[in-house]
């Protein structure tokens, strides 16, 4: 434990030391059972006489809150109290009301509940471990003599080259290493390009409904943004703002109402960001897992005017926990994002970049995407079937090809909380679709996540669900 002095205080070296020593004890910070440093370093390390420290000991000793062993050493005895309350501790700091606006999406960290039917889950027990642990294991001898360094601000160059030939086989998307810009995520990806390209007051247009924590995130940064309607097609391009600079779109299975942004809105979207020099963020979340039909071509494989930036993650493909994704961009902008990362966050962390290149270039990728599209396509038949098979629950699922969730528009009853309590109660998570609008009135609706439910018990669990509209 550190110890402070200060000569200035009344207290004399020996009261200082006692005072703190005690007030640690009481607190909880030195356990019973724990040793107080020996007085002898104590004084060398404050350069004070060792009798200063002895007589501090020595009155602890008196009270009762430590006690000597023989052949040396002080053992803390007394009783912790209960640790003071720090949550209501006294500040003079208070955030700005746009940091306070911010609210969380989803529920808790790490529940696990009987049933988990929470949007956006991956199934943890797909996680390649093994192979992920070999993997970090050789990064890590490889990076031994570059630790005193930081990496690269865009990531490592050499998991750029291995993304470039990934996206080249799985998505068509032509691109160079110097384009690509690995990220914390995908919705980190959306931040670096908003930092780059807005300014405070700039309008963003964003899917109504969509991914609130995308609105959040740039309101905060002191965007205006505005909703646009999704019908059966996808994006409702007519209705985009003039004044938007960019638009956040998710083409490929747009979260949460599942549709795919059809052929001809992919070109008019990008007829209109041509037209004024707007941003178009594909935000291909989760479409590595498809269940039917072929995929449509990727926006940035139509676009001509070097306004597309494809955004990915490996938040679903692997694992959320990872904190990886990135985006490829027009090489005009990346002197500017490359400097706001070093500024920001210095880069993504080396180990990670090279345990995911490893993993990549060994092929595991490839083998954990195969074991896990069977998995989940399972488990997506399982869901239509058992939603399908419900009489009288006026549950409508919404069309949905991709991803790891499907969307239920149900009866307007009952409404969110009390279908919380409801739902909590009978150990089932669910995610409504109603926190998904941001800017226009609610629909009733499960975004409905399968990806972290054991095919087993789907039945059970839609069963469970119907029940509580009932
Ligand atoms: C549309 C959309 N974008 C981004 C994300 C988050 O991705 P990441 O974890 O890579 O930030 C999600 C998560 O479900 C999502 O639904």
């Known amino acids: 434990m550190e110890l402070f002095l200060d000569n200035d205080d009344q207290r004399s070296l020996s009261t200082q030391l006692y005072d703190q020593i005690r007030e640690a004890i009481t607190d909880g910070r030195l356990p019973p059972g724990g040793r107080l440093q020996p007085s002898r370093g104590v004084a060398q390390g404050l350069a004070i006489a060792r009798s200063t420290v ?14 000597g ?8 005895v007394g009783h912790a109290s209960s640790p003071p309350d720090l949550s209501e501790a006294p500040t003079a700091l208070a955030p700005t009301a746009q940091a306070a606006a911010v609210r969380r999406y989803g529920v808790g960290l790490e ?4 049933y988990d039917l929470t949007a956006g889950r991956v199934e943890t027990r797909l996680f390649p471990l093994a192979d992920w642990r070999r993997c970090t294991n050789r990064a890590l001898t490889r990076l031994a003599r570059d630790f005193g360094y930081y990496g ?8 750029r080259r291995t993304l470039t030939h990934w996206l080249a086989r799985s998505r068509g998307i032509a691109t160079t290493a110097d384009q690509i810009v690995v990220t914390h995520g995908a919705s980190h990806a959306t931040d670096v390009m908003a930092r780059v390209l807005l300014r405070p007051g700039d309008v963003a247009a964003v899917e109504e409904p969509g991914y ?4 959040s995130l740039l309101r905060f940064l002191g965007i205006e943004v505005v909703g646009v309607p999704v019908d059966e097609h996808g994006l409702v391009v007519d209705a985009l703002p003039a004044a938007a600079r960019l638009v956040h779109v998710t083409p490929s299975h747009q979260y949460p109402l599942g549709v795919v942004l059809s052929r001809q809105r992919r070109i008019a979207l990008l007829r209109w960001a041509a ?28 676009d001509r005017d070097g306004v597309v930036i494809y955004v990915g993650t490996f938040s679903k493909m692997l694992s959320p926990a990872l904190r990886v994704g990135f985006a490829v961009v027009p090489p005009g902008l990346v002197p500017a994002i490359t400097a ?30 195969r074991r896990a599209r069977k998995v989940y396509a399972d488990r997506y038949r399982t869901v239509r079937a058992a939603v399908a098979s419900l009489s009288d629950s006026g549950f409508t699922p919404l069309p949905s090809q991709a991803g790891l969730h499907m969307t239920l528009q149900t009866p307007d009853t009952p409404d969110d909380k009390e279908l919380n309590v409801r739902s909590t109660r009978h150990g089932l998570q669910l995610s409504s679709l109603r926190r998904t609008y941001q800017h226009s009135p609610p629909q009733a609706g499960i975004v409905l996540g399968f990806g972290a439910i054991p095919t087993p018990d789907i039945p059970d669990a839609i069963e469970l669900l119907a029940s509580l509209y009932r």
């Open 111 to 114: 529940s696990h509940p009987r």
């Open 275 to 302: 037209r004024r020099g707007a941003a178009v963020i594909e935000d291909d979340y989760d479409s590595e897992f498809r269940y039917q039909n072929r995929p449509l071509e990727p926006l940035h494989r139509l």
């Open 212 to 215: 609130p924590p995308i609105t």
């Open 152 to 159: 690269d601000p865009a990531g490592s160059i050499e998991l």
């Open 54 to 67: 002895t007589d501090a000991y020595a009155r602890l000793t008196a009270e009762g809150y430590v006690e």
């Open 340 to 369: 706001i990362r070093q500024a920001v966050d210095a880069g993504p962390p080396p180990v990670t970049t090279h345990t995911l290149r490893a993993f990549i270039e060994e092929g595991h990728l490839d083998r954990h995407l």
């Open 69 to 76: 062993r023989r052949g040396g050493g002080s053992i803390v």
